[in-house]
Structures are given as structure tokens and as C-alpha cells.
């Protein structure tokens, strides 16, 4: 089954295309890496997956559904900047996503807390950037999606960090759902990647099965990464 299916995409800020008529196909049951360089139209593509940016051309589903409300329910979405106020506490965020998904699992949420260690007296506005990108983390992989969305959710942190956040998203992670990460970190995220899409000027440059493009190339994907956006 596709989880997710794009035709010919296209969405414009002020005239300019982030996207140029995209098209892309993606089977359920995948971890995916989504990279490109800065302004190839990640985010953006992102946001309408998650049904959270209108005003777009072409086709695009979700589970057989338009990016909508009822996809809301199915998608769980981790945008690239922080959405939880200053003031809120481990307790409050997780009470607050309880009330927003039916699908939360706030012991799942919990156990994740603990997983990285957080410190659940504190406020994120006392918290450290890795600690906030934790958080957030917890939150968005403790609902029982279909399809995860996240956007840059190893940027800004340490490598140590990086490691531990990825272990944190994989464990627990349903096979028959869809994980998409978005990153420029591909080295760190390369191992877990089952495939692979490049974006640049909001198309899709390069697509294919991890092993498949590592043997095409001979190299791994950071280095085919460098490659084809130098060439």
C-alpha cells in the first residue's frame, strides 16, 4: 500500500515555487530519509503531508485520504521548530497532547521521558536545546500513527545526542508505519534508512532503496549526497 502518493505538486511562496510539480510515492512499512540542500522544498513538503499548509496544486494522499483533518488523525507530525510554550513542564506537555490526539499513549510518552533522561521538574525554558528536541521527540512518537513526519529532529544537537534521540524514534516504532525524516545529517541517520529521497529546487532529484543507491554509486548516501548536488 502507498502511504503516501504525490503528483505533480506544486506550491509557490510569492511567486517562487518551493515545489515544482513533485511527484513521489512512498509504501507503508519504511523508515525514510528526505534530503536535500537548503530551500529544496523539505519542510514545505512536509507541512502539506501533515495537512497544515493549503493553497497547493496537483494530487496528494495520505493513506488514500487529502492532507485534511481526517489524515490529522493518522499522521503524526514533528515540525523543524519548537511548539510547546516556554512555561510547560514534562507533566503539562503530555497532558496536553492527551487532550489534542485519542491516539496518544501517554505511558508510551513517559517512558521516552525517562529514556532521555529528561528533567520532569523543569520548565523548557530551563531546559537545554537537546532537551526541548527530546521532548518533543517523546511526543510525536508515542501516538499510534500511521505515518510519522519529522522535520529536522536531530538538528542542533550534539552527536552523542543525535544517537540517542535516533534510538529513542526506533524503538517501540511500528513496522507496518511509515517514518519519514527529513535531515541534513545523513551520515547519522544513514544506518536506519531503508530509503532515500533527494529533493533540489523542489523536485525529486534521486530516489531509491538505500542499498540500491549505495551499490549504484559505490559510496553511501552522505557521499552520493555531495555528488549529485555538486555535479
Same mark, same amino acid.
Given at each position: 500500500?502507498?502511504?503516501?502518493?504525490?503528483?505533480?505538486?506544486?506550491?509557490?511562496?510569492?511567486?517562487?515555487?518551493?515545489?515544482?510539480?513533485?511527484?513521489?510515492?512512498?509504501?507503508?512499512? $519504511?523508515?525514510?530519509?528526505?534530503?536535500?540542500?537548503?530551500?529544496?522544498?523539505?519542510?514545505?513538503?512536509?507541512?502539506? *503531508?501533515?495537512?497544515?499548509?493549503?493553497?497547493?496544486?496537483?494530487?496528494?494522499?495520505?493513506?488514500?485520504?487529502?492532507?485534511?483533518?481526517?489524515?490529522?488523525?493518522?499522521?503524526?507530525?514533528?515540525?523543524?521548530?519548537?511548539?510547546?510554550?516556554?512555561?510547560?513542564?514534562?507533566?503539562?506537555?503530555?497532558? $496536553?497532547?492527551?487532550?489534542?490526539?485519542?491516539?496518544?499513549?501517554?505511558?508510551?510518552?513517559?517512558?521516552?521521558?525517562?529514556?532521555?533522561?529528561?528533567?520532569?521538574?523543569?520548565?523548557?525554558?530551563?531546559?537545554?536545546?537537546?532537551?526541548?528536541?527530546?521532548? $518533543?521527540?517523546?511526543?510525536?512518537?508515542?501516538?499510534?500513527?500511521?505515518?510519522?513526519?519529522?522535520?529536522?529532529?536531530?538538528?542542533?544537537?550534539?552527536?552523542?545526542?543525535?544517537?540517542?534521540?535516533?534510538?529513542?524514534?526506533?524503538?517501540?516504532?511500528?513496522?507496518?508505519?511509515?517514518?519519514?525524516?527529513?535531515?541534513?545529517?545523513?551520515?547519522?541517520?544513514?544506518?536506519? *534508512?531503508?530509503?532515500?529521497?533527494?529533493?533540489?529546487?523542489?523536485?525529486?532529484?534521486? $530516489?531509491?532503496?538505500?542499498?540500491? *543507491?549505495?551499490?549504484?554509486?559505490?559510496?553511501?548516501?552522505?557521499?552520493?549526497?555531495?555528488?549529485?548536488?555538486?555535479?
Amino acid at each position: 500500500m502507498n502511504a503516501i502518493e504525490v503528483r505533480h505538486l506544486t506550491k509557490r511562496y510569492r511567486g517562487r515555487p518551493a515545489l515544482d510539480e513533485l511527484s513521489l510515492r512512498l509504501e507503508i512499512g $519504511q523508515i525514510v530519509g528526505l534530503v536535500g540542500d537548503n530551500g529544496s522544498g523539505k519542510t514545505t513538503l512536509l507541512k502539506i *503531508l501533515a495537512g497544515v499548509l493549503a493553497d497547493w496544486t496537483g494530487e496528494v494522499t495520505v493513506l488514500g485520504r487529502v492532507p485534511g483533518p481526517e489524515t490529522k488523525a493518522l499522521v503524526s507530525f514533528l515540525p523543524d521548530a519548537s511548539f510547546l510554550a516556554d512555561s510547560s513542564t514534562c507533566e503539562r506537555a503530555v497532558n $496536553q497532547y492527551r487532550l489534542f490526539f485519542e491516539d496518544f499513549e501517554a505511558e508510551r510518552a513517559w517512558e521516552m521521558i525517562r529514556f532521555f533522561k529528561l528533567p520532569e521538574d523543569r520548565s523548557l525554558k530551563e531546559m537545554s536545546k537537546g532537551m526541548r528536541e527530546k521532548l $518533543q521527540v517523546a511526543l510525536a512518537m508515542s501516538r499510534n500513527a500511521r505515518v510519522y513526519l519529522l522535520d529536522e529532529p536531530i538538528s542542533g544537537v550534539d552527536p552523542a545526542s543525535r544517537e540517542v534521540i535516533l534510538r529513542g524514534i526506533l524503538d517501540g516504532l511500528d513496522p507496518e508505519s511509515l517514518l519519514l525524516i527529513s535531515t541534513h545529517l545523513i551520515h547519522d541517520v544513514e544506518p536506519v *534508512l531503508d530509503s532515500a529521497v533527494f529533493l533540489h529546487e523542489g523536485r525529486v532529484l534521486l $530516489q531509491g532503496e538505500a542499498d540500491a *543507491l549505495r551499490e549504484e554509486y559505490g559510496c553511501g548516501l552522505d557521499a552520493i549526497f555531495r555528488k549529485v548536488y555538486n555535479s
